[in-house]
């Protein structure tokens, strides 16, 4: 049976046209009711920007074997348990017959400043893998098969992102990988990396410029990280496990 990739490019590009519109009528928002917070986070605190992302992976979900699965999106329902911690906030739960079938973080990064928020991110992103897997192998969701956990961060395609970064380190050479990367390629590495290491089933980067309110159009930066080997794979995942529990 083949997966049902739900016109995914096109869904794509709708949720970049109400990131950024979202983003834009916030702001409006608090501008208008006199209480706008300070510079870019007015547009954040809305926290609807990748609603459109979240019913993509939600339609693809639905299309390959797991509709009657319990979806969760709701905020009072998004917790797990961790090892490091007591739980963790995810943004979309999908839980069959008692078994956690998949976990998805969707992250977002604006300018001016890309410099500490992709370090915040990386470091995020590292440690709640870290935590999931570790409580995984504790048992703390049962006796199970790895569940599919996913990492989707979209990142403001501007200059800034895209110059080369320099880097101090004083006592020991930076990886050559890193050297003069601006920070859309930083994201790319740290994505395939989390990959490669075990700690997401699946991790993509795309950037947007702000202009794509209007038409939607976004950028891969490599086929690992690209946003159809996401949906390809947790399309993949549902359809066994949907086929491994009977839907």
Known sequence: MALDLVNYEQK??????AFWGNRAAA???QIESGKADQGERAGVTAGKNMDGFLALAIDIIKANGLAHAEIYQNKAMLTLPGYFRPTKLWDLLVIHKGQLIAAIELKSQI?????????NRTEEAIGTAHDFWTAFREETFGKQPRPFVGWLMMVEDAPESRRPVRDSSPHFPVSDEFKGASYLNRYDLLCQRLVQERLYTTATVIAAERNAVNSGEFTELSPMTGLRTFVTTLAGH???EAARLGS
């Open 12 to 17: 794509a590009r709708e949720a970049v046209e």
């Open 27 to 29: 702001k409006q928002k």
């Open 111 to 119: 300018g001016p400043s890309f410099g500490n928020n992709f370090n």
């Open 238 to 240: 549902v359809a066994a």
